[in-house]
């Protein structure tokens, strides 16, 4: 069962910032955040992941609130490139594995 | 570097068909895994491997067998296959469980 919780869609206007928000009230002291994307079917694409910091790399921001039950993946100018599905999504660690639960994503529409 | 490369990219099985899909990665990687995606939904594991000669059930492995003889290749086999196994499959690879995964472009399987 997926341990997080997205809107289902957003829309964000082309060169503006996208704020993709992302619930994981359940989440453990342990365990990480990470957020990948997925362009029409491909193979998903890591972004970014954390633990407790926020965390910036040439494709996003990670916004992670002190309590660690919310998140927020910041694309600072969108580009009509930027259209997929993105997906919030828990480390869950089980046994010897550190598991990924996926859940159903937030398609996000950037328009010119 | 190629990455992590699947074959075939499309199949079309009759019911009862057995087939190998075939994922290698040229990156070194110790973890491997395969994973489903039914339309619309998230991605599923099936499979994964922490190394060479060492692999485990992930959350819906029935139907389903992997082997891992070489850090490289990690070929996912179906024995009988159903209507029920109609989905994409990706397989992933990683370095160790703190880095994001890389996931090749996706096999288009269809039971019939």
């Known amino acids: 069962d997926a341990k997080t919780t997205q809107p289902p869609s957003m829309d964000c206007a082309e060169g503006r910032a996208a704020n993709l928000p992302c619930n994981h009230s359940?989440?453990?002291?342990?365990?990480?955040v990470y957020w990948y994307r997925q362009i029409h079917s491909q193979g998903p694409q890591y972004i970014i992941h954390?633990?407790?910091?926020?965390e910036t790399n040439e494709m996003a921001s990670l916004i992670i609130t002190e309590d660690r039950k919310s998140s927020t993946l910041i694309l600072p100018h969108a580009t009509l490139r930027d259209t997929a599905v993105y997906y919030c999504?828990?480390?869950?660690?089980?046994?010897?594995?550190?598991?990924?639960?996926w859940g159903l994503g937030t398609s996000l529409a950037v328009n010119p | 570097n190629a990455g992590v490369t699947q074959t075939p990219k499309f199949r079309i099985l009759k019911i009862g068909q057995s087939m190998t899909l075939q994922c290698t990665q040229d990156m070194n990687h110790n973890y491997m895994y395969w994973y489903r995606q039914d339309p619309g939904m998230g991605l599923k594991l099936i499979y994964y491997?922490?190394?060479?000669?060492?692999?485990d059930k992930g959350e819906v492995p029935n139907g389903y067998n992997v082997s891992r003889s070489t850090t490289e290749d990690f070929p996912l086999r179906l024995e009988l296959a159903a209507p029920s196994q109609t989905s994409v499959y990706f397989c992933?690879?990683?370095?160790?469980?703190?880095?994001?995964?890389?996931f090749g472009s996706g096999t288009r399987l269809t039971v019939v």
């Open positions: 999504i828990v480390r869950v660690n089980a046994g010897n594995n550190r598991k990924l639960i």
């Open positions: 491997s922490v190394g060479a000669g060492i692999t």
């Open positions: 992933a690879s990683r370095q160790n469980p703190n880095y994001g995964y890389t």
């Open positions: 954390g633990l407790k910091n926020n």
């Open positions: 359940t989440i453990s002291g342990n365990e990480y």
